[in-house]
């Protein structure tokens, strides 16, 4: 990825290579335990590299409003996950990611609607270690924060979306985690990301235009 920041190539790009699905595909017994055996791929994903002083992360939002979850037999069955891979320490110096529970949320007299609501003191800051794992159920509100002058290394981090197999699909195509996406599947991909995120992304003009 830092080859990439070097010659000014995005970094979404990095999805092209097999060790990129790889990282994502070592982790079937967490998502099974989450969404069942039967999950699957969703074509949602990113890359970022946050330089120090420079960046900083997507703002507030929720990765699926309504579709994260549903009722069955009165209990509460994930649909969907969000997993956020960070490369490089993620600190509160370099843009770690933010969140504000769920549990905070519930406790408000009405949802948040816009980003603008979410009260500061119930902000909670992640700081993550390169190599560790965060995940969240997809009606969350998260976002990355603004990387620092202080900041002692960029941000570098994947995400990957993935959902119960079980239920209607969420979008398509979806993808079997035995068989990742080709490389010809994997490059079309990675042009709808850009299109799909053009308006919450740092992205080059020649890249949406």
Not at 14 to 32: A, G, Q
């Amino acid at each position: 990825m830092n080859q990439f920041h070097k010659q000014q190539i995005p970094q979404a790009f990095i999805y092209l290579y097999d060790e990129t699905w790889t990282l994502f595909l070592r982790l079937r017994t967490l998502l099974s335990n989450f969404l069942g055996d039967n999950y699957r791929i969703l074509p949602h994903f990113w890359a970022w590299y946050i330089e120090p002083g420079k960046g900083k992360g997507w703002p507030p939002h929720r990765d699926s409003a309504d579709q994260s979850v549903i009722e069955l037999y009165g209990q509460e069955m994930l649909v969907s996950l969000s997993l956020w891979l960070p490369l490089t320490d993620a600190t509160p110096d370099n843009g770690c990611m933010s969140v504000l529970p769920l549990s905070y949320e519930r406790q408000y007299d009405a949802p948040i609607t816009e980003p603008s609501q979410i009260p500061l003191q119930d902000v909670l800051c992640l700081p993550a270690k390169a190599g560790s794992l965060l995940g969240w159920r997809q009606d969350l509100f998260h976002w990355g924060g603004r990387s620092h002058a202080s900041a002692k290394e960029p941000r570098l981090s994947l995400s990957l979306e993935f959902q119960n197999a079980a239920l209607d699909p969420l979008c398509e195509p979806l993808f079997d985690p035995q068989n990742p996406p080709t490389p010809e599947e994997r490059l079309s991909l990675i042009i709808q990301q850009f299109d799909k995120y053009k308006h919450i992304a740092d992205l080059p003009d020649n890249i949406t235009s």
